[in-house]
């Protein structure tokens, strides 16, 4: 490890080229890749799996109730005095109705012993066991659901970005043309055939151009801060896509993709139905309150009692016993029954919740559903319109190289163009959303 960092050292002062071109090739992500990244490197997920292991610990912990339990103890006493019982006179001689105290014991006494018990039946631990089955079942899909939300943040994240670059790759196009546009109109102006109004008008459209790529710079730096949060990277490290933007538009606008709608095999419905088995299973664990409790037990014991403190050298006398204990509770005033009502009554409510589930991600596919045919109606349109707007752009600049058409026309449609593809930027990030939004609707993300 040691000898890596220096390697590392050594290439970033004596090779700082190379350096960087290596460490451009290690921070370049596909989607896929950044999909995979988040989904080692979250720290929301590493949350979520620890709630696994503590499930799995918990399913642990309840089975180890049924097995046998041994435990062990020790003691070693003084007594500083002994206890005193009273006797009746007469038995020694005396006056009826008359006591003599008398001391028992030693001053010193020790025990040691040894107990294992055996659950061998109990309604409530058959039922707790598949009980902490079903949390730890709740716990993989409550990890599940979030990395669906962790995947669909990335992504939306990296399209943003992905449309960012798109965005400066034309607003470079157009500053190009702008500065090209400027420098001819200034040209002519300097030998006469232009007037200082249109160098000034051609000024502001060059200005304009500028702002644009400073807006769109911020606007990558921005969705990329938002991408690497997103995916548990560093914020302070730089991150490169390889991804084309037109490989994930293509599709959505050829409508090659058909998702299909099954709400029992999405996220939510499951933790519905398991939330259900849960409540099935409380109903359940209250009724088992009703049955008896049995179990077995053995123990060991040995004692030892001396004036001496040096107890190793007194008599040790062994007991042991074995047996069975039964025990039931035979009336607690209705408390039982009560706990049962509420479990039921739970029940009744996590059976609704799954039928409002199930209703609800019917609805929410409709809708992504809808919402996914008018994206794609609208991104159409305003690629139509970028279009022309673009055709009439190229023409007006014709017009005024001619002298045809005025600068503040020019500007007119420069203006236009711009609008008319950020109109375009909006309604592709929309595209996009709209497919995540679908592909989430039918558990498809």
Do not use: C
């Not at 160098?199 to 969705?223: F, G, H, P, S, T």
């Not at 099954?262 to 398991?274: E, G, L, V």
């Not at 592709?428 to 989430?440: H, I, R, S, W």
Request: no cysteine.
């Amino acid at each position: 490890m040691l000898k890596n960092r220096l390697y590392l050292l050594i290439l970033a002062m004596g090779l700082v080229a190379y350096t960087a071109a290596a460490q451009e090739d290690s921070i370049t992500f596909s989607l896929v890749e950044a999909q995979q990244y988040a989904m080692e490197n979250s720290y929301v997920l590493h949350n979520t799996m620890q709630d696994i292991s503590k499930a799995e610990k918990k399913v642990w912990e309840t089975i180890t109730i049924g097995l046998p339990q041994v435990s062990g103890n020790a003691n070693f006493n003084k007594y500083l005095n002994l206890p005193v019982s009273l006797l009746p006179g007469e038995i020694f001689g005396g006056e009826p109705g008359t006591y003599i105290p008398v001391k028992f014991g030693q001053n010193y006494n020790s025990d040691f012993g040894l107990s294992v018990s055996q659950l061998i039946f109990d309604g409530s631990y058959i039922v707790g066991v598949g009980s902490s089955q079903l949390y730890l079942n709740l716990s993989k899909q409550a990890h599940e659901k979030t990395e669906i939300d962790i995947r669909d943040a990335v992504t939306q994240a990296y399209y943003m970005v992905l449309i960012s670059e798109r965005y400066k790759v034309i607003m470079n196009e157009n500053l190009v043309n702008s500065q090209n546009l400027y420098d001819e109109t200034k040209i002519y102006f300097d030998n006469g055939f232009r007037e200082e109004q249109d160098v000034q008008q051609m000024k502001i459209i060059l200005k304009n151009a500028e702002n644009e790529i400073l807006k769109a710079d911020r606007e990558i730096v921005i969705a990329k801060i938002v991408l690497k949060y997103a995916m548990g990277y560093n914020l302070e490290d730089e991150i490169k896509l390889s991804d084309n933007l037109d490989n994930y538009i293509l599709p959505l606008v050829t409508k090659q993709n058909s998702l299909q709608f099954d709400f029992n095999k999405h996220i939510d419905y499951r933790m519905a139905q398991t939330n259900f088995q849960v409540s099935e299973k409380l109903v359940k664990l209250e009724k088992s309150a009703y049955l008896p409790r049995l179990s077995g037990f053995y123990s060991f014991n040995k004692a030892a009692y001396s004036n001496s403190a040096n107890l190793l050298q007194a008599n040790w006398y062994p007991s042991s016993l074995v047996g069975l204990q039964l025990s039931m509770q035979i009336f607690n005033s209705g408390q039982k029954r009560s706990k049962v009502q509420q479990a039921k009554i739970e029940l009744d409510q996590a059976e609704t919740q799954m039928k409002l589930a199930e209703i609800t991600l019917q609805k929410d596919y409709l809708t992504a559903k809808a919402e996914m045919e008018s994206a794609i109606e609208k991104f159409e349109n305003d690629r139509e319109n970028r279009e022309l707007a673009k055709g009439i752009l190229d023409k007006t600049k014709i017009k005024f190289n001619n002298g045809m058409a005025s600068s503040a026309e020019l500007s007119q449609q420069e203006t236009q163009y711009i609008n008319s593809f950020k109109a375009l930027v909006s309604s592709t990030l929309q595209l996009l959303q709209a497919d995540l939004k679908l592909k989430k609707a039918v558990g498809n993300l």
